[in-house]
T-cell receptor, first 122, second 109 residues
Framework: QVQLQQSGPGLVKPSQTLSLTCAIS??????????WYWIRQSPSRGLEWLGR?????????DYALSMKGRMTINPDTSKNQFSLHLNSVTPEDTAVYYC???WGSGWYLGTWGQGTLVAVSS | EIVLTQSPGTLSLSPGERATLSCRAS???????LAWFQQKPGQAPRLLIY???SRATDIPDRFSGSGSGTDFTLTISRLEPEDFAVYYC??????????FGQGTKLEIK
């Protein structure tokens, strides 16, 4: 059974970098048959797809246009996890952040982490 | 970017009744890569339906999905007390971004 366990701080100061980690059990982050996603949810924006990484002979990355230049996703094969780094955060980045696994035809999001509420505040 | 519009925003029904939720896309969703999620307070979204009509593992058969192209429907045949939650649709599988609808809140009447 695939499980995703998120970790990271719940409070980040404006202009700093938000970093979250998603530890994977029961599946390999470098498996060709899955992708690894970050999604966030806030009252103002609803559910927002942020980006993903996946391995197909090499690592691939897709980011939401709104996140490009500020966000990176880093896979870590030694720890079987992947992380989100979002720099220059503002209060608008306050949200619950989720990691998820895309799998199956088209890569639907069948497995989610528990969510991490991150507040951006001084 | 594909915009997904869900209706109604809120649906008030009683246990035992039938619920019909709609998700309309601004352009055709390729290969019917449309998913439905259920979310309860304080929990992550839970996958109910993928590929527009396939039930995810352990999802009761009172949940069904239908549709193609730009119009999709989630039907709950007979509402159980635990079904009252917020439901989201999401399109996936073609090119990102993989957008979500704004949600339909299913509340007890």
């Amino acid at each position: 059974q695939v499980q995703l366990q998120q970790s990271g701080p719940g409070l980040v100061k404006p202009s700093q970098t938000l970093s979250l980690t998603c530890a994977i059990s029961g599946y390999s982050v470098s498996a060709n048959s899955a992708g690894w996603y970050w999604i966030r949810q806030s009252p103002s924006r609803g559910l927002e797809w942020l980006g993903r990484t996946y391995y197909r002979s090499t690592w691939h990355y897709d980011y939401a246009l709104s996140m490009k230049g500020r966000m990176t996703i880093n896979p870590d094969t030694s720890k079987n996890q992947f992380s989100l780094h979002l720099n220059s955060v503002t209060p608008e980045d306050t949200a619950v952040y989720y990691c998820a696994r895309g799998w199956g035809s088209g890569w639907y999001l069948g497995t989610w982490g528990q969510g991490t509420l991150v507040a951006v505040s001084s | 970017e594909i915009v997904l519009t869900q209706s109604p925003g809120t649906l008030s029904l009683s246990p035992g009744e039938r619920a019909t939720l709609s998700c309309r896309a601004s352009q055709s969703v390729s290969s019917s890569y449309l998913a439905w999620f259920q979310q309860k307070p304080g929990q992550a979204p839970r996958l109910l339906i993928y590929g527009a009509s396939s039930r995810a593992t352990d999802i009761p058969d009172r949940f069904s999905g239908s549709g193609s192209g730009t119009d999709f429907t989630l039907t709950i045949s007979r509402l159980e007390p635990e079904d009252f939650a917020v439901y989201y649709c999401q399109q996936y599988g073609s090119s990102p971004p993989y957008t979500f609808g704004q949600g339909t809140k299913l509340e007890i009447k």
